[in-house]
């Protein structure tokens, strides 16, 4: 399945209701477009898509593009460097943020804050960029605490009044995999020790968080490998796990974007550095389900690395907002998508069925043991005072017996989950130490593979030098072969005239007898 285009002939400001559900769309432009880029950062606020930064060519980009989803039009937003800063003399206007990539941005009141990023500009630790996009004013945020190393490809998630940061890749191209929170009421960075195995140190990847607790991380990459991995940070229990996913398999993927809308993570482009990834993908964060919305054609431009993805809500209706991204070109085009109404009525858990088993039976015990407790001789008196009851009090003794047999089973149940849950985890366990040894063996065979291959490599410089050595063989062997026919000339020569020599002698000697 394709992208659809939006009919440019059509009334623009009705686009948002003309469209398919759960299928991309190319939006029509009015007049001048934005440079193409990618590893830019976007922001959807008041029905505007704001692009800063990016990359395009190896140049880092320090513009900030506005896009507006009403008019379909895009315009160029021009800063004032923050008052206090201004030692310029042209009013403040001036243009103050750096040409920057592979950073993060999140929207902040009538804020947009700017995290991290490369940029030509160095520094040893993370700068937070503000725009406030009422007055365009421009500056850096002056934030306390334990400020983390300056580095790009991370991913930033907004919790309450709470920014989160995990990995990236520092200015030495150093992979990172430690969290960091600032929190953005007193400006203040705070590291995060937490227990567990967390994932491996990593960039490029994506980040959401869920019921306000929860922090999922999925795929990135190394140096060398692309991940397609699922962990998850328990924001209370300050806990990493990587939990089982199922649905849809996914392939691993770098420079993809994310979004989180109510329960639902959205993930779409990314790719190896090999081939893009056109499918758009949906994770369910309740059920932990992957299922996959549309796929489109080869070498589409949403099927790019480095590309943004925004949600948007037009008309009561959530979109999702897409730009830039390069697969071999560089992008500049928006694509939407519009998002069926979904159910959130069932309830949001992070437990296997084992655990959703034993919730439910601790309920249901908990409920039967409250109604054990029930003060019958008040029944018995209220009886003997004359009030009308219908129920014998043998039928109530019969299911009180009833009740009591009823949670025992549920206790027995209760056991056999806990159990079950038991031998699960040492099978969990067993699985982590299999990966474990697995992980070692992959590696010491990549390092033999890594051996062979130099080992190849001589080889095959050996063979090339026989290979020449045979040529020269070769035409030393015609020589030869000329050589030998020469020499066989030159006998037959030499025979010829030793017997042409011997027969004038004879002549000689029988004059010489006959005289």
């Known amino acids: 399945m394709g992208a659809e285009e939006i009919k440019t002939d059509m009334d623009i400001s009705s686009w948002p209701s003309n469209l398919a559900h759960e299928k991309w769309a190319a939006l029509p432009v009015s007049g001048a477009r934005p440079s193409a880029r990618y590893k830019h950062a976007a922001a959807v606020a008041d029905e505007k898509l704001y692009i800063t930064g990016g990359s395009c060519n190896g140049?880092?980009?320090?513009?900030i593009q506005v896009f507006d989803l009403r008019s379909l039009t895009w315009s160029s937003l021009k800063l004032k460097i923050e008052p206090s800063d201004n030692k310029s003399e042209d009013n403040g206007l001036q243009e103050v943020l750096p040409g920057i990539s592979d950073h993060s941005m999140i929207k902040w009141?009538?804020?947009?804050?700017?995290?991290?990023?490369?940029?030509?500009?160095?520094?040893?630790?993370?700068?937070?960029?503000?725009?406030?996009?009422?007055?365009?004013?421009?500056?850096?945020?002056?934030?306390?605490?334990?400020?983390?190393?300056a580095r790009g490809g991370h991913s930033a998630t907004l919790v309450g009044s709470k920014l989160i940061v995990f990995g990236g890749e520092d200015r030495s191209r150093k992979l990172l995999n430690d969290v960091h929170v600032l929190d953005l009421q007193t400006m203040t960075w705070s590291a995060v020790e937490a227990t567990q195995t967390p994932p491996a140190p990593r960039f490029d990847h994506s980040a959401a968080v869920h019921s306000e607790r929860y922090l999922l991380i999925f795929g990135g990459c190394s140096h060398s490998v692309f991940f397609n991995d699922l962990h998850v940070l328990d924001l209370q229990a300050?806990?990493?796990?990587?939990?089982?996913?199922?649905?849809?398999?996914?392939?691993?993927?770098?420079?993809?974007a994310g979004v989180s809308i109510d329960e639902m993570l959205y993930i779409v482009g990314g790719g190896d550095n090999s081939n893009g990834c056109p499918e758009t993908l949906a994770l369910n964060m309740s059920k932990l389900v992957w299922s996959t919305l549309t796929t489109l054609k080869e070498r589409h431009p949403l099927a790019?690395?480095?590309?943004?993805?925004?949600?948007?809500?037009?008309?009561?209706?959530?979109?999702?907002?897409?730009?830039?991204?390069?697969?071999?070109?560089?992008n500049n085009e928006v694509f939407v998508?519009?998002?069926?109404?979904?159910?959130?009525?069932?309830?949001?858990?992070?437990?296997?069925p084992a655990a959703a088993a034993a919730a439910a039976s601790v309920t249901a015990a908990y409920a039967l043991a409250k109604s054990e407790k029930l003060e019958f001789p008040q029944i018995i008196d209220l009886n003997f005072n004359g009030v009308e009851n219908s129920v014998p009090q043998k039928d109530i003794n019969i299911e009180i017996d009833v009740i009591r047999e009823e949670k025992k089973a549920l206790e027995?149940?209760?056991?056999?989950?806990?159990?079950?849950?038991?031998?699960?985890?040492?099978?969990?366990?067993?699985?982590?130490?299999?990966?474990?040894?697995?992980?070692?063996?992959?590696?010491?065979?990549q390092g033999q593979l890594i051996s062979e291959r130099s080992r190849c490599f001589k080889l095959e410089a050996q063979i090339a030098e026989l290979l020449k050595m045979l040529e020269s063989l070769q035409t030393i062997e015609n020589e030869v072969q000329i050589l030998r026919s020469q020499k066989s000339a030159l006998e037959e020569e030499m025979e010829l005239s030793s017997a042409q020599q011997q027969g004038s002698g004879g002549v000689w000697r029988w004059i010489a007898g006959g005289t």
Not at 59 to 63: G, V
Not at 415 to 444: C, F, G, M, Y
Request: proline fraction near 4%.
């Open 59 to 63: 140049r880092y980009l320090s513009d």
């Open 109 to 149: 009141g009538n804020k947009l804050l700017l995290l991290g990023g490369h940029s030509k500009k160095s520094s040893d630790a993370m700068i937070v960029h503000f725009i406030n996009l009422e007055t365009h004013v421009c500056g850096v945020m002056e934030t306390f605490g334990k400020i983390p190393a």
């Open 238 to 256: 300050m806990e990493w796990s990587q939990p089982q996913v199922q649905g849809d398999l996914v392939s691993p993927r770098a420079g993809h």
């Open 304 to 330: 790019s690395e480095g590309l943004s993805i925004c949600s948007a809500v037009i008309d009561g209706e959530k979109f999702l907002v897409a730009f830039g991204g390069y697969n071999g070109k560089y």
């Open 337 to 352: 998508m519009k998002l069926k109404p979904r159910d959130l009525s069932h309830p949001k858990i992070f437990q296997s």
């Open 412 to 445: 027995s149940s209760i056991e056999e989950v806990r159990a079950e849950n038991s031998r699960q985890r040492e099978k969990i366990d067993e699985l982590k130490s299999n990966h474990t040894e697995l992980s070692k063996e992959l590696q010491s065979v």
